[in-house]
């Protein structure tokens, strides 16, 4: 039996808060021994005079306890300082070479995007991680059009680590009565239709995709470009392809970060101001886009060997 495990489900916080609160009460027992040993007459009078150094003991540790539990919340809160996703490169191979010849020349602006995200259990997709919210926002005529967002949490048939949690916030209660991957997974396909699929890191979003394909018997075999190798195309002197440097270069706010829906409208964005500056670049077609990030994939993998 784990006689461990009750404290090991605390969070940081609720540990730091008891530890100070035994603090406390080991202190002030401390004082109360001295006085008692120390005491020459009335214990009641010394115990009372000892009294201006108890109550001081406790607001200091009050005062120190709420600084610490400022900075415990920031930590908590400060989803900048977490680990990145890491950079899958395999997008080369996302792009069906029959769905190329065929829609390879069409122009960028003329065709049907869907800018979507996940957000999952962990940040392996070949080790047991599972999607736990996906969404998609379509982009048509250069615009996000009207269509209704999609936005679905999904039930992974397991606990969530509290790691994870940190990054989006849901939880196990949260995703206890959706439904699983094998019903949402279609109603996204079906969303999705004959559209390009567009993410940042798209690799990595897309191996979660394709891990359920035999379990869901869904596949996604569209088109795929991905933002943060069009970003090393366009502003290949910049190290920081991140989804938050790109936005901010480009003057972006994002709202939601870490919801599958925030990413994807911020996403969303980013791509609508960059289909611009490709055309600028004289990267028109999707063939062009494409063939451009296959070689940023190479670019982007020397860039990560150089600066960590």
């Not at 969404?135 to 967002?149: L, M, S, T």
């Not at 938050?244 to 599958?260: K, P, V």
Request: charged share 20%; aromatic share 8%.
């Amino acid at each position: 039996m784990d006689h461990f495990k009750f404290f090991r489900a605390m969070s940081v916080r609720r540990v730091a808060a008891l530890a100070f609160a035994l603090l406390t009460l080991a202190a002030l027992g401390v004082l109360v021994v001295t006085v008692w040993l120390l005491k020459s007459g009335a214990f009641a009078a010394a115990l009372w005079a000892a009294a201006p150094g108890a109550v001081a003991l406790i607001v200091i540790d009050t005062l120190v306890w709420i600084q610490v539990d400022r900075l415990l919340c920031a930590r908590a809160y400060n989803k900048g300082a977490l680990p990145a996703r890491p950079e899958l490169y395999d997008f080369d191979r996302l792009n069906p070479p029959m769905h190329l010849e065929e829609m390879g020349g069409k122009c960028l602006k003329d065709l049907t995007f869907v800018v979507f995200d996940t957000e999952t259990t962990g940040l392996q997709p070949s080790g047991g991680d599972l999607i736990i919210q996906i969404a998609g926002v379509k982009v048509r005529d250069n615009q996000q059009c009207g269509e209704a967002p999609f936005d679905r949490l999904v039930n992974p048939g397991k606990p969530i680590p509290k790691e994870s949690i940190r990054f989006h916030g849901i939880t196990d209660d949260m995703v206890s009565d959706q439904p699983g991957i094998g019903q949402v997974l279609p109603d996204f396909r079906a969303f999705v239709g004959e559209a390009v699929l567009v993410a940042h890191n798209a690799a990595f979003d897309m191996r979660f995709l394709q891990l359920q394909e035999e379990a869901t018997g869904v596949r996604f075999d569209n088109l795929v470009l991905d933002t943060l190798l069009l970003s090393v195309f366009l502003d290949a002197e910049n190290r920081d392809h991140s989804l938050d440097a790109i936005a901010q270069r480009l003057g972006i706010d994002i709202e939601g970060r870490h919801t599958a829906l925030g990413d994807s409208i911020a996403t969303a964005r980013v791509f609508l101001r960059m289909l611009d500056m490709l055309e600028a670049r004289g990267i028109t077609t999707l063939r062009q886009a494409i063939d451009a990030s296959v070689k940023m994939e190479h670019v982007r993998q020397v860039q990560k060997k150089l600066f960590t």
